[in-house]
């Protein structure tokens, strides 16, 4: 019994972290609505309300890996959790990663989010809010890209739960991870990887 929910528990949280894969996608939405330029139209409302739903599905999903990772941790090691933090730092930081990108997220939700919506609500009778639009819009841009990061970091980490490939292959992932956000946040990654 105890394998079938260790089993049960580590394809709810595959599961989880795949579905979670919204930064990336929020980039090449927000990139390619950048495109248009002004003014504001039928096309903002689409995407903030894209952006709206999907941004707290994607706060349930980072919920539901804290929640099934710690579980996880708790029946391979015996219910030995902070033991495993202390000793197997890849985990420790995976949490860290995971408690940060919550956190990034309710800002998103609950503060930037709010303040988009605020100020299209006010278009187009006071067309001044336009660059105070564009403004947060590009704090949530770059905060998704943060978050993307975070997101490969914690998936490579979480691969090496519990065995490391060595620490020179998870800094040269971190680089690679980088260059990859970077280069989606720049050019939309038109072609996948490419």
């Known amino acids: 019994m105890?394998?079938?929910?260790?089993?049960?528990?580590?394809?709810?949280?595959?599961?989880?972290?795949?579905?979670?894969?919204?930064?990336?996608?929020?980039?090449?939405?927000?990139?390619?609505?950048?495109?248009?330029?002004?003014?504001?139209?039928?096309?903002?409302?689409?995407?903030?309300n894209i952006i709206r739903k999907q941004s707290h599905r994607c706060l349930v999903y980072q919920i539901s890996l804290l929640i099934t990772g710690i579980w996880i941790i708790m029946l391979k090691a015996d219910g030995a959790l902070l033991h495993t933090f202390q000793t197997n730092l890849r985990m420790l930081a995976?949490?860290?990663?995971?408690?940060?990108?919550?956190?990034?997220?309710?800002?998103?939700?609950?503060?930037?989010?709010?303040?988009?919506?605020?100020?299209?609500?006010?278009?187009?009778?006071?067309?001044?809010?336009?660059?105070?639009?564009?403004?947060?819009?590009g704090r949530r841009r770059w905060m998704a890209a943060i978050c993307l990061w975070y997101?490969?970091?914690?998936?490579?980490l979480g691969v090496q739960a519990w065995a490391s490939f060595g620490q020179t292959f998870i800094i040269l992932a971190a680089v690679v991870a980088a260059l990859f956000v970077i280069r989606a946040y720049l050019r939309l990654s038109p072609w996948g990887w490419f």
Request: proline content about 7%.
């Open 151 to 156: 997101v490969l970091m914690a998936v490579v």
């Open 94 to 137: 995976k949490l860290l990663l995971l408690i940060l990108l919550v956190g990034m997220n309710i800002y998103m939700v609950f503060y930037l989010q709010r303040r988009i919506d605020e100020n299209i609500a006010l278009l187009p009778a006071d067309p001044d809010v336009v660059p105070l639009i564009a403004k947060y819009r």
């Open 2 to 48: 105890p394998n079938t929910v260790l089993h049960t528990l580590i394809v709810i949280h595959a599961i989880s972290a795949v579905l979670m894969a919204w930064p990336f996608y929020a980039l090449v939405l927000t990139g390619e609505r950048g495109k248009l330029g002004p003014p504001l139209n039928r096309a903002d409302n689409l995407q903030e």
